[in-house]
């Protein structure tokens, strides 16, 4: 599949892979995309091992890994649900006494307004 093969004991010369994977549409015509990427060694050569030890073609293996990338970066994008903090202001209006506030304020209303009336003389 690749233009290069992993072989044990290569450590020290390191060959550049290139892998071509053919993706296929079928939406009115058959149409054959062919798209090659170069990866880089130590990815292809992890890919290599992972389509060795479960046994799967390496076509495969890339499908696997990147929808695994994939889903990782959709998650991580993804923002948790918003929950707003309470907290406790006092009393609630219905403990309060409405009429004797209304009152009160009237009250000063009242002698706010006899203030001003008693400058103007």
Known sequence: MGTSEYLPGQDDVLMR???VIDIRYAIAHDVIMRTTITLEDTIYYEIKEIS????IPVKTAINLVLAEGLSALKN???KPDFTQRTYSLGKSYSEYDLIKALEAASELEVGEIKRKLDLRK
């Open 17 to 19: 892979a290139e892998i």
């Open 76 to 78: 991580e994008h993804e």
């Open 52 to 55: 060795h030890f479960r046994n």
